[in-house]
């Protein structure tokens, strides 16, 4: 089976790992203890309200998500439009066994509140997995879920695949089954981020990722399948039912709003004996690079279809992996830079910066993207777009949801490209 211990065990002489001893609490102080690692998978074995231990920061790092896709850094994006465009059908499926299966008691989860003004403890790493009530087409996709007591949880969900799923159910005044996976192998974790059409099953995604080898559990309450995680719960979005949900830290470390949402109902929870409870860092960086990473490869689909010779687009941390991109081409004509501009944002329509460098530059080295800048920057070289509709998380848009937009052409221009070559190092 792909379960993330093994994954832990594979990386230990690569990664550090630190483990913590000490008593910590869920209330703020084993988030304060994260961000202090931010780049560290950080294990808490001893929780103060809980026998299982929290682990973070398994997918805070590119290097990590390489690792969990065995592909280069340079070729995470590749390896996701691959896994996207030949998803994988799942045929081993077995029965939900070996687990410490029990009535439903959220208490028993190391549930963490991040921040002073939380609107609660939110399980931050959960991938809920559902069915279309029509076509019975699966769908796996992360959510925050805020604790509301023992067996309930208000969940946010926008509309997207599992939101659709919800609406046709309620349509029809029924519940909608669902599961709910925690402490996945980071390839798995990062298959249900990714933005296919609905009619696609994340999880055979993940199962493209593993090379065909993931197979999943058969839930006992509830007519969905699972791949292995540590902790598994099984319940229901309840029809025509809401309540407060948030505050919450989003991405740009700014509170989204206190919304109405659905609430999900527990019915039974299922525990790996030597269990691990996933914990996603709101603002940090395995937040930024699990919602980030699969937007990359929409950008380069389109870029790829304005100028075929895009080498690599990275959604940078600085920027929350979500506002600013960096794009690599080998520049064939004059006007490349600005078509591709535009082709990046137009395809992520919540990016608000783009710079596009030559493929002499590295993307991942932003001192390599700012001598481009630097030294390759004319004065017209800058696209400005006023009153464009940009993302809901930036905090300086305008009350209409409009921004300034702006593309940087840091390419050299190819009639005296010669004055631009860098000496070799």
């Not at 999943?216 to 598994?232: G, R, T």
């Not at 948030?246 to 740009?252: A, E, I, K, N």
């Not at 919304?259 to 940090?284: C, N, Q, T, V, W």
């Not at 960086?285 to 937007?295: A, D, I, N, V």
Request: glycine letters at 4%; one cysteine or more.
């Amino acid at each position: 089976m792909i379960r993330l211990r093994k994954f832990l065990n594979s990386i230990k002489d690569e990664f550090k790992i630190i483990k913590v001893e000490k008593e910590i609490s869920t209330h703020l102080e084993a988030a304060k203890l994260l961000r202090k690692h931010p780049r560290e998978i950080v294990i808490l074995e001893n929780i103060k309200e809980s026998d299982t231990p929290v682990i973070s920061g398994i997918c805070n790092t590119r290097e990590k998500i390489s690792k969990a896709l065995n592909c280069k850094i340079e070729n995470i994006t590749e390896r996701i439009i691959q896994a996207m465009d030949n998803p994988i059908p799942i045929e081993n499926i077995r029965k939900l066994k070996n687990y410490n299966s029990q009535k439903a008691d959220l208490g028993k989860l190391p549930i963490l509140t991040y921040y002073e003004r939380d609107g609660g403890p939110y399980i931050t790493a959960g991938a809920i997995i559902a069915k279309d009530p029509e076509t019975k087409v699966r769908n796996a996709s992360i959510h925050r879920m805020m604790l509301l007591d023992k067996k309930h949880l208000a969940v946010r969900i926008v509309p997207r695949h599992l939101y659709n799923y919800y609406k046709r159910a309620e349509k029809k005044g029924e519940d909608l089954p669902i599961a709910i996976a925690i402490g996945m192998h980071p390839a798995t974790l990062l298959a249900t981020t990714t933005s296919v059409p609905i009619e696609i099953d994340e999880l055979e995604v993940a199962n493209n990722f593993h090379d065909g080898k993931l197979k999943l559990l058969k839930c006992q309450k509830v007519d969905i399948e699972v791949p292995e995680a540590e902790i598994i719960l099984e319940g229901k979005i309840i029809a025509n039912k809401r309540a407060d949900e948030g505050p919450f830290v989003d991405l740009t470390g700014t509170y989204d709003i206190i919304r109405k949402e659905p609430i999900i109902e527990i019915e039974r929870i299922h525990f790996k004996d030597d269990s691990l409870y996933h914990a996603i860092l709101p603002a940090g960086f395995e937040h930024k690079l699990l919602q980030g990473l699969p937007q990359e490869p929409r950008i380069f689909k389109a870029v790829k279809n304005t100028v075929p010779s895009v080498k690599n687009v990275i959604l940078t941390e600085g920027g929350c992996c979500w506002l600013h991109a960096i794009v690599s081409i080998k520049k064939q004509a004059e006007g490349d830079g600005k078509n591709v501009i535009m082709a990046a944002l137009s395809a992520h329509p919540s990016l608000k910066h783009v710079v596009v460098v030559d493929d002499d530059i590295n993307v991942f080295d932003l001192d390599d993207v700012e001598y481009a800048i630097a030294t390759r920057l004319k004065e017209d070289d800058i696209v400005i777009v006023k009153k464009a509709r940009g993302s809901s998380l930036d905090p300086s848009a305008s009350s209409d949801g409009t921004t300034t937009k702006v593309g940087v052409d840091a390419t050299k221009p190819l009639k005296e490209s010669e004055k631009f070559e860098r000496v070799a190092p």
